[in-house]
């Protein structure tokens, strides 16, 4: 498992394809199968030190002054977006990414010196040089494409990535993503349990069964990443979507995924604040972080239409009863609730 240790004003629930977790603690933004090396240099230099976990924090800190793109911390269980509550192991490898220039030996050997000098204040921990190995920027850029193959999600839905052939059942709704290096790919369960719910809702599935099937009106998508819940409600029929996402290259990419599926001119996407969305919508989703959720909830459910659904996902098992009771007092009904791994959606129906 990894952590993507960086800076960033919001947090998203987002997976990395290549069987890898990144958490993005502090720069711009969920989430992603691979994040991009910065810059435009040809080639970078991985540098990976093995260290006690009570070392970890200390090692980051020290890596960040050099490292200006992040550390990567190996062989942590990640299944949190708040930092003290990962759960540790005993060894971890941080890793870090240097670009091949003149000051890298320098850094490398600073580096080797932080070791050898923090061995007196981790009792256990003997100086193993860091490991190095260089990766070219096309390589890290590609690479994890191998993994991403076309999925189905639901009765209906199939994500397929851009790049591979797909040949389609009669009743299949497809969805083409290219999630680029900044974003998931949307198989992640928090994403799968949210395009259940649109399409249950969409065609009179369980639980929504009693009420027979209608068009989706409209919908918002908050915090929209790749884009892929906002493609969704378009392939649905939805005649008004509005997406949106504090990080501008969010919305670089969901308008990119739109246009791949021929559908861009029918979603609007935008940085607009929650707060500054105007009307109301048959369907809001929010796919985020549970406290997020909590502390949003009001703007939330502002935006629900009479009779219409609240769509909750990036919410652990373990904080789902904080969820609940933080949308205790709105006056929605709880209509339905998913688990998928650790993780849970739960779908909420606004009084008509």
């Known amino acids: ?89 005993p060894l971890a490898a941080v890793t870090c990414y240097l670009p091949d220039d003149g000051a890298l030996p320098g850094t490398l050997a600073a580096i080797s010196a932080y070791l050898q000098s923090a061995a007196a204040s981790f009792p256990g921990y003997r100086y193993a040089p860091p490991r190095t190995a260089q990766v070219r920027q096309d390589d890290w850029a590609n690479s994890w494409k191998e993994h991403f193959k076309p999925a189905r999600i639901g009765r209906r839905f199939v994500i397929k990535p851009s790049w591979e052939e797909y040949a389609p059942d009669a009743d299949d709704i497809i969805l083409e993503l290219d999630p680029g290096m900044a974003f998931g790919t949307g198989t992640h369960p928090t994403t799968k349990m949210c395009l259940e719910f649109l399409e249950a809702i969409r065609f009179g599935d369980p639980p929504f069964d009693a009420v027979p099937p209608r068009p989706v009106a409209s919908v918002l998508d908050v915090g929209t990443g790749s884009g892929i819940l906002a493609l969704g409600a378009a392939k649905l029929g939805a005649a008004r979507i509005e997406a949106i996402d504090i990080d501008p290259q969010a919305v670089t990419v969901a308008r990119e995924n739109l246009d791949l599926n021929g559908i861009g001119d029918a979603v609007s996407v935008s940085v607009t604040p929650l707060a500054e969305i105007s009307g109301s919508f048959a369907i809001v989703l929010a796919n985020i972080l549970a406290e997020e959720l909590v502390r949003l909830r009001k703007e939330l459910v502002r935006r629900v239409a009479p009779g219409g659904y609240l769509i909750l996902s990036g919410i652990l098992a373990e904080r789902e009863r904080f969820v609940v009771d933080g949308f205790a007092d709105t006056g929605l009904v709880l209509a339905g609730c998913t688990h998928e791994a650790e993780w849970s959606c739960l779908c909420y129906q606004a009084p008509a």
Request: net charge negative.
């Open 1 to 89: 498992m990894r952590i993507l240790v960086q800076a960033a004003p919001f947090v998203k629930v987002f997976i990395a394809i290549a069987l890898s977790f990144w958490y993005v603690s502090r720069m711009a933004h969920d989430p992603a199968p691979v994040q991009a090396l910065p810059g435009n240099a040809p080639s970078w230099t991985e540098v990976s030190c093995d260290v006690p976990s009570a070392m970890v924090d200390a090692l980051s800190e020290f890596l960040m002054q050099y490292a200006t793109s992040g550390v990567v911390v190996d062989n942590r269980a990640v299944d949190t977006f708040s930092i003290d509550t990962i759960e540790e192991t």
